[in-house]
Nanobody, 118 residues
Framework: VQLQASGGGLVQPGGSLRLSCAAS????????MRWYRQAPGKQRELVAS???????NYADSVKGRFTISRDNAKNTVFLQMTGLKPEDTAVYSC?????????????WGQGTLVTVSS
């Protein structure tokens, strides 16, 4: 199982970006999917999470600006980021609870860098 994140880049303050994270490989299904971020010199933090049924949770710092969504048919989770601020600059990573034949395992994707700067 692999998770492939994409969509990062350089954006000006107030701009928008959409991150994607697609799971591939052999598995039964994916339950919870999440986006994390880690800024330079800071601890990794949970940005947003979404259940298979679409229930979402957000960090207070991104509420009202970021939207997490998913396409279960494509095993993909998205993070739509609007109103970006310099403090949103970080490496963004995704993870997912993947149901295998023998149980559930947490998989991580590689990070994608988001830089918010003028």
């Amino acid at each position: 199982v692999q998770l492939q994140a994409s969509g990062g880049g350089l954006v000006q303050p107030g701009g928008s970006l959409r991150l994607s994270c697609a799971a591939s490989g052999r598995f039964f299904s994916i339950s919870n999917m999440r986006w994390y971020r880690q800024a330079p010199g800071k601890q990794r933090e949970l940005v947003a999470s979404i259940t298979r049924g679409g229930s979402t949770n957000y960090a207070d710092s991104v509420k009202g600006r970021f939207t997490i969504s998913r396409d279960n048919a494509k095993n993909t989770v998205f993070l739509q980021m609007t109103g970006l601020k310099p403090e949103d600059t970080a490496v963004y990573s995704c993870n997912a609870d993947v149901q295998m034949s023998w149980g559930t395992r947490l998989y991580w994707g590689q990070g994608t860098l988001v830089t918010v700067s003028s």
